[in-house]
């Protein structure tokens, strides 16, 4: 069964920078959509950005500016986050979606001085 990996999470203080990592364990065929989520304890889940397969993107505005999704090969996607502010401290979670969707586990993120 295909799982994907986060990877690029970790403690950064204010004003850094992170870059997170999603990848396929597998192949997935016919990928429309790409995308990272993020939760915080009591919250939704909340979409961050996402790429469709034309390459058309979508952010929250809470990102808009800061952060940049991009994908890499066809079953990789990326999350480049700058200025990064206390409030983006959450769990993000990768998905990729086909005939299935797919969630990864998940990673840390906490932006904290």
């Known amino acids: 069964q295909v799982q994907l990996v986060e990877s690029g999470g970790g403690l950064v203080q204010p004003g850094g920078s992170l870059r997170l990592s999603c990848a396929a364990s597998?192949?997935?065929?016919?990928?429309?959509?790409m995308g990272w989520y993020r939760q915080t304890p009591g919250k939704q889940r909340e979409l961050v950005a996402a790429i469709t397969d034309r390459g058309t993107t979508n952010y929250a505005d809470s990102v808009k500016g800061r952060f940049t999704i991009s994908r890499g090969n066809a079953n990789t996607v990326y999350l480049q986050m700058n200025s990064l502010k206390p409030e983006d401290t959450a769990v993000y979670y990768c998905?990729?979606?086909?005939?299935?969707?797919?969630w990864g586990q998940g990673t840390q993120v906490t932006v904290s001085s």
């Open positions: 998905k990729v979606a086909s005939s299935v969707v797919y």
């Open positions: 597998g192949i997935i065929r016919s990928i429309y959509l």
